[in-house]
């Protein structure tokens, strides 16, 4: 014959089994099943709202969305006046970048933040177009677009394609900064000198935050002048 | 820190000055002049304060969006000259200062003011301490975005590790509930 606390006991005891843990183990299933599908469900996803709502090519927020990038100009060198060209927009993909000795193949969007960086190589507005004769940055991510960046090697070219002209860059130099350490790259990007900046976060298999970035330093090779004065 | 909040002033101004228009040109003689003002017009106990090149040319950018006319730049540069008297009168020296005495909001809403102006709207995510993520956002009239600054020039390009960070820890406590789970039934069954 059962006592009281033994019928108490087991009557937890049962509520754990049968109740409590079950409902943890399926939640906890449940948000494994989440994180781990959300790749293959994202693309869908994106597919239903092409089809079933407002959006369009140009606002779904996939990469090369937004994109005035029709393929290379064949421009690879003269000068173009600010009136002979369309500056490009914010948020727009405006060009295409690959870079030798690695896999980087990815469309060029004007602009950096947080949501821009998951659609390609993004360009810093604290930058100059290409053609302006001085520092353009673009940074990408190290788990996607510029994975491949820290195994570039010196003498690499660097292929830029805009909507209004080709560029071609070399890569000089490459050195690991840390992202505050301005006076590692200011000269660069301020200079009346025309250089490319490439750089994502270091090292690139990491998946903590790091305040270390890999930057290639590209020198100008050919690609049409641009004057932004009137 | 000092350096930091002049430099928060400073882009403040900037954006302020980033008047739209709805022509794209190149800079003009009147976005020379603001840009040179935005140059040399800040001074904090009687020293000039070197607006960063970096800073000048996100404005560069900005103009060669829009095509200021002289009634305009002489709006801009009045609203300029205000809210460097507001920050003259206010002596903000560090990053402190200004959201002690919510100087923040009011330099803002000079810019939003005189972004107002032209049916644009100019608006903030985040901190803007926090360089990497804090945004300072300008619309126009159909929300469609102008321009985001991140207070970093260089932005944080790092993998997002949100979703390995949620597996990890779901894994964590299943394999923690579970093994909770074992020793108490293994207890349990030991007892009876």
Redesign the interface.
Same mark, same amino acid.
């Given at each position: 014959m059962k006592t009281d606390s033994e019928k108490n006991r087991s009557k937890k005891?049962y509520r754990?089994?049968f109740i409590l843990?079950p409902v943890?183990?399926l939640l906890?299933?449940y948000?494994?099943l989440f994180?781990?599908l =959300?790749p293959i469900l994202d693309p869908l996803l994106s597919v239903y709202r092409l089809a079933f709502s407002n959006a369009n090519v140009e606002t779904i927020d996939e990469p090369g969305a937004g994109s005035i990038f029709n393929g290379s100009t064949g421009l690879t060198s003269g000068h173009l006046?600010?009136?002979d060209f +369309?500056?490009p +927009?914010?948020?727009s993909a405006f060009g295409r970048i690959t870079v030798e000795g690695t896999e980087i193949d990815t469309d060029v969007i004007y602009?950096?933040?947080?949501t821009?960086?998951?659609r390609g190589a993004?360009m810093?507005?604290?930058?100059?177009?290409p053609g302006c004769g =001085?520092g353009v940055?673009i940074?990408?991510?190290?788990?996607t677009y510029?994975h491949t960046l820290p195994y570039v090697q010196e003498g690499a070219l660097v292929h830029l394609e805009t909507t209004y002209g080709s560029y071609v860059y070399r890569v000089y130099k490459t050195a690991i900064l840390k992202?505050?350490d301005?006076a590692g790259?200011?000269s660069e990007?301020?200079g009346d000198k025309e250089v490319l900046l490439l750089? =994502?976060?270091y090292p690139n298999d990491?998946?903590?935050? =790091?305040p270390y970035?890999f930057f290639a330093f590209c020198e100008y090779v050919s690609g049409p002048t641009v004057?932004?004065?009137? | 820190m000092k350096k930091l909040a002049c430099l928060m002033v400073v882009a403040v101004l900037l954006v302020v000055s980033m008047v739209p228009a709805f022509a794209?040109?190149?800079?003009?003689?009147y976005e020379?002049k603001l840009i040179e003002y935005v140059q040399t017009a800040y001074v904090v106990d009687g020293k000039t304060i070197t607006v960063p090149?970096?800073?000048i *040319?996100?404005l560069?950018?900005?103009f *060669?969006?829009v095509d200021t006319t002289e009634a305009q730049y002489n709006e801009i540069k009045g609203i300029l000259d205000e809210a460097l008297a507001f920050v003259k009168s206010k002596n903000l020296q560090t990053l402190e200062d200004i959201t002690k005495t919510g100087s923040t909001k009011t330099l803002l809403a000079y810019a939003d003011k005189a972004l107002g102006v032209v049916g644009f709207k100019l608006s903030t995510k985040g901190s803007l301490a926090d360089a990497d993520?804090g945004?300072l956002i300008i619309t126009d009239a159909n929300g469609k975005?102008?321009?985001?600054?991140?207070p970093?020039?260089? *932005?944080? *390009?790092? %993998?997002?590790?949100t979703? %390995?960070a949620?597996?990890g820890a779901?894994?964590v406590?299943?394999l923690a509930?579970?093994g909770v789970?074992v020793k108490?039934?293994r207890k349990?069954s030991d007892e009876d």
């Open positions: 005891s754990k089994q843990f943890v183990f906890c299933g948000l494994l994180v781990s =959300t006046n600010w009136n +369309e500056f +927009e914010y948020g602009g950096d933040s947080t821009l960086l998951k993004c810093s507005m604290y930058s100059h177009i =001085t940055l940074g990408a991510h190290n788990n510029f992202n505050d301005a790259y200011r990007l301020n750089y =994502t976060c990491t998946i903590a935050s =790091t970035r004057n932004m004065y009137e | 794209a040109s190149g800079i003009n003689e020379k090149a970096e800073y *040319t996100a560069e950018n900005v *060669t969006n993520h945004l975005v102008i321009a985001e600054l991140h970093a020039v260089i *932005t944080k *390009t790092g %993998a997002d590790f979703s %390995a949620f597996c779901a894994a406590a299943v509930a579970a789970a108490r039934f349990e």
